[in-house]
């Protein structure tokens, strides 16, 4: 097994060194980094075989290896980047460049030990750009998929200021921040979604095969069905014989309605909508409030002039009617006004929020006032998503409940009517 000697940070971002035996260099990496070891440089200095000379690792030396001799990974290239990893990756960076060490020296320590393989693609490019002297935020600018406008406005005020360290550490904690956010809104509506997937399945089944069986013994009766039996007669043989037809035509559907969704006039309509929406629209409201008031925080500290800031703000919304209204908002902004009085004209922001922003203008204190409104409304939004799964659950079960009794009555009525005639 080979031998290698490496140099690297520990966790309080001390330089330490050492050498290790590992399989490789990535298991060098993985090894040392169990032990809390980022390391940003490592030579192999005894070989697994007798007389096998010592090799350096080409990424953290800086050598480059020549392009026809690179070895192309498909599985990289489809990989997707999550928040999280940005995020973690963020917060390296901060660590590493607090400690003292060089930007690209860190990027290639980084790269190094990326456990996601299309971020430490990207990261050897962004390395090498910055060899030749391109700015960090311009390298990263092109990667837009991966670090968004917002991202790269905050890296590139960093660097104006000199704090790039203390800029990438704030950033992270607004990533996480946003992540967290997500990942509760995302994961309290997944039950109710699995529950109407498997309450459509389960009935479909019952459609096709289970009621045509036991409908099938009026067919040779000269009595005239319930029209509830009749109807349940009729859907169960449509779906049935053009099950196919309505895959298609939902599907086609589906299809149709993202691609309206996607124009303007579309996107419009749909925002307004969800505004509305008995439940949805509060919650939908209270994300976007939630994220301007961390988003504008965020870059309001890190340095970033307030109209820029604005711009990019109002792209985290995800709502083209607060949109606007954050537009509105930096036009008169432009003309001399404050954040929060046409905020407050326009309606569509909480009072409370919107006088939260005021006293923080006037008492010169609005990047903390800012963070409290986006620590209360995320707040409200957990609440609020507890309430809205708390009752989707039981409405969904409601109507399966009562789909079920329909199909039972449907067919015990004629059984039942029959036996009275009988009788």
């Given at each position: 097994?080979?031998?290698y000697?490496?140099?690297?940070?520990?966790?309080a971002?001390?330089?330490?060194?050492?050498?290790?035996?590992?399989?490789g260099?990535?298991g060098?990496?993985?090894?040392?980094?169990?032990d809390?070891?980022?390391?940003?440089?490592?030579?192999?200095?005894?070989?697994?075989?007798?007389?096998?000379?010592?090799?350096?690792?080409?990424?953290?030396?800086?050598?480059?290896?020549?392009?026809?001799?690179?070895?192309?990974?498909?599985?990289?290239?489809?990989e997707?980047v999550?928040?999280?990893?940005?995020?973690?990756?963020?917060?390296?960076?901060a660590t590493?460049?607090?400690?003292?060490?060089?930007?690209?020296?860190?990027?290639?320590?980084?790269?190094?030990?990326?456990?996601?393989?299309?971020?430490?693609?990207?990261?050897?490019?962004?390395?090498?750009k910055?060899?030749?002297?391109?700015?960090?935020?311009?390298?990263?600018?092109?990667?837009?998929?991966?670090?968004?406008?917002?991202?790269?406005?905050?890296?590139?005020?960093?660097?104006?200021?000199?704090?790039?360290?203390?800029?990438?550490?704030?950033l992270?904690?607004f990533?996480?921040?946003?992540?967290?956010?997500?990942s509760?809104?995302v994961?309290?509506?997944?039950?109710p979604?699995?529950?109407?997937?498997?309450?459509?399945?389960?009935?479909?089944?019952?459609?096709?095969?289970?009621?045509?069986?036991?409908?099938?013994?009026?067919?040779?009766?000269?009595?005239?069905?319930p029209?509830?039996?009749?109807?349940?007669?009729?859907?169960?043989?449509?779906?049935?014989a053009?099950?196919?037809?309505?895959?298609?035509?939902?599907?086609v559907?589906?299809?149709?309605?993202?691609r309206?969704?996607?124009?303007?006039?579309?996107?419009?309509?749909?925002?307004?909508v969800k505004?509305?929406?008995?439940?949805i629209?509060?919650?939908?409201?209270?994300?976007?409030?939630?994220?301007?008031?961390?988003?504008l925080?965020?870059?309001?500290?890190?340095?970033?002039?307030?109209?820029t800031?604005l711009?990019?703000?109002?792209?985290?919304?995800?709502?083209?009617?607060l949109?606007?209204v954050v537009e509105?908002a930096r036009?008169s902004?432009r003309?001399?006004?404050?954040?929060?009085?046409?905020?407050?004209?326009?309606?569509?922001?909480p009072?409370?929020?919107?006088h939260?922003?005021a006293?923080?203008?006037?008492?010169?204190?609005?990047?903390?006032?800012?963070e409290n409104?986006?620590?209360?409304?995320?707040?409200?939004v957990?609440?609020?998503?507890?309430?809205?799964t708390?009752?989707?659950?039981?409405?969904?079960?409601?109507?399966?409940a009562l789909?079920?009794?329909?199909?039972?009555?449907?067919?015990?009525?004629?059984?039942?009517?029959?036996q009275?005639?009988?009788?």
């Amino acid at each position: 097994m080979p031998v290698y000697a490496w140099k690297g940070l520990n966790n309080a971002g001390k330089a330490v060194t050492g050498t290790k035996d590992a399989d490789g260099p990535k298991g060098l990496r993985q090894a040392l980094r169990k032990d809390g070891v980022y390391v940003t440089e490592h030579k192999e200095v005894l070989g697994a075989g007798a007389g096998r000379p010592a090799a350096k690792s080409t990424l953290a030396s800086g050598e480059k290896v020549p392009f026809f001799k690179r070895e192309i990974d498909l599985g990289g290239l489809l990989e997707r980047v999550r928040p999280e990893d940005v995020a973690v990756l963020t917060r390296q960076l901060a660590t590493l460049l607090k400690a003292g060490i060089p930007l690209a020296e860190a990027l290639g320590a980084l790269g190094e030990q990326a456990d996601n393989k299309k971020l430490a693609m990207v990261l050897v490019e962004v390395r090498e750009k910055v060899n030749q002297g391109t700015s960090l935020a311009d390298t990263l600018a092109p990667h837009d998929t991966i670090f968004p406008e917002l991202y790269v406005n905050m890296v590139r005020s960093g660097e104006s200021a000199g704090n790039l360290d203390a800029v990438l550490a704030r950033l992270a904690e607004f990533l996480d921040a946003q992540n967290a956010l997500r990942s509760k809104v995302v994961g309290a509506m997944v039950y109710p979604i699995i529950m109407m997937v498997l309450g459509t399945i389960v009935m479909g089944l019952l459609m096709i095969f289970v009621v045509p069986k036991i409908t099938s013994v009026f067919e040779d009766l000269n009595k005239t069905l319930p029209w509830n039996t009749e109807l349940l007669i009729f859907v169960s043989h449509f779906i049935g014989a053009y099950w196919w037809a309505l895959i298609v035509v939902g599907f086609v559907a589906y299809v149709s309605f993202k691609r309206w969704a996607r124009r303007p006039s579309g996107r419009a309509v749909i925002d307004r909508v969800k505004l509305r929406l008995w439940l949805i629209g509060p919650l939908v409201r209270f994300i976007a409030v939630a994220r301007f008031a961390r988003t504008l925080a965020t870059m309001l500290a890190a340095g970033v002039p307030v109209l820029t800031a604005l711009e990019i703000v109002k792209k985290v919304l995800n709502n083209t009617v607060l949109e606007k209204v954050v537009e509105e908002a930096r036009e008169s902004i432009r003309e001399g006004e404050s954040i929060a009085a046409p905020l407050k004209r326009s309606g569509k922001f909480p009072s409370m929020m919107v006088h939260m922003i005021a006293v923080g203008e006037r008492s010169g204190q609005l990047e903390p006032m800012l963070e409290n409104v986006a620590g209360a409304y995320e707040r409200d939004v957990e609440g609020k998503v507890a309430r809205l799964t708390t009752m989707l659950s039981p409405l969904i079960i409601v109507a399966m409940a009562l789909v079920v009794v329909f199909i039972v009555f449907s067919v015990l009525q004629p059984i039942l009517e029959m036996q009275d005639f009988v009788q």
